[in-house]
């Protein structure tokens, strides 16, 4: 397992820095289209320098506390730990893409929370249940908005925030 420390230098590397609240970080690994291990892989466009197609594997939040959103995700999504280093870095399987939880660095810990200020949303796809899942959230104390529907899509919908005002999305499919 890779120290927070180490993937925070290569986060640095790539020119990714911690912000206030939750700076969102993506972290992709190459898979080669026909491996049976990875059958969601996307070919490489015939224009493309890369010799190998890349696929989204990890989506990695900076957060203030850590296990504070590894509970909040668990509890309320049932995603399993895969990884962990005690209040610096969590990994939970969330379906083929792992969600990362990384502590921000000691500039930013001591910082005001801004909830709803990210351009970024998790989204969460239910097969059923939405409805019950936004009540259930709502009764446990989770900011949930109504559920919402637009003419020609064929989902229900229904934002929330966690804990650290991180938004995220229910989607059911109709």
């Known amino acids: 397992m890779r ?6 230098d290569r986060a640095a590397a790539c020119g990714l820095r911690p912000v206030a609240r939750g700076a969102l970080a993506i972290v992709h690994a190459s898979k080669i289209a026909d491996n049976p291990d990875n059958p969601g892989a996307l070919p490489v466009p015939p224009d493309s320098e890369l ?23 668990q509890t309320h999504f049932g995603f399993p730990l ?21 502590r921000v660095g000691e500039p ?15 989204v969460f796809s239910l097969d059923s249940g939405l409805t019950e899942l936004r009540e259930k959230l709502v009764r446990a104390g989770v900011r949930m908005r109504d559920v919402k529907r637009y003419e020609g ?22």
């Open 153 to 174: 899509f064929a989902q229900l919908l229904c934002d929330g925030e966690d804990p650290e005002g991180n938004v995220f999305q229910l989607s059911q499919a109709d």
């Open 51 to 73: 010799s190998m197609p890349v696929v989204m594997s990890r989506l990695l939040l900076y957060v203030r506390d850590v296990a504070l959103l590894k509970s909040f995700y």
């Open 108 to 122: 930013w810990r001591e910082r005001p929370v801004h909830t709803s200020t990210s351009n970024a949303k998790i």
């Open 82 to 102: 895969s990884e962990e280093s005690e209040n610096e870095w969590a990994v939970l399987k969330a379906g083929a893409i792992e969600l990362a939880l990384h």
């Open 3 to 8: 120290k927070p420390a180490a993937l925070a």
